[in-house]
């Protein structure tokens, strides 16, 4: 069982990459590197798998695929940067 959520949520992370990577409005910013993207999804996704099924249990197969999603948007919003030019305070 726990190898069909490890598939799962690997190709959820893959989608999820793809998605952010092709969808995302530019005024959101830039992902950094478009590869750098497409591993932090699948490899994101795994490891909130991993650490949903050592909290849940077996038997939680939606549970543990819905952290997987959740761990996966999280880690892949922080490689955004912000579109346009970054400003300075005057302290600076």
């Known amino acids: ?3 069909w959520e490890a598939l799962g949520s690997v190709l959820i992370g ?6 952010a990577l092709r969808w995302l409005p530019t ?3 830039q992902f950094r590197s478009r590869p750098l993207a497409l591993a932090t999804g699948p490899g994101a ?3 909130g798998a ?3 099924h ?5 038997g939680h197969t939606l549970a543990t695929l ?3 999603l959740g761990v996966a948007v999280a880690l892949l919003s922080l490689l955004l940067r912000p579109s346009g030019r970054a400003r300075r305070s ?3």
Do not use: E, K
């Open 54 to 58: 050592s909290v849940l249990g077996p």
């Open 66 to 68: 819905g952290v997987s």
């Open 45 to 47: 996704a795994l490891f």
């Open 27 to 29: 005024r959101y910013g």
């Open 1 to 3: 069982m726990i190898l």
């Open 90 to 92: 005057a302290t600076a």
């Open 14 to 19: 893959l989608a999820v990459s793809y998605a």
């Open 50 to 52: 991993l650490l949903a």
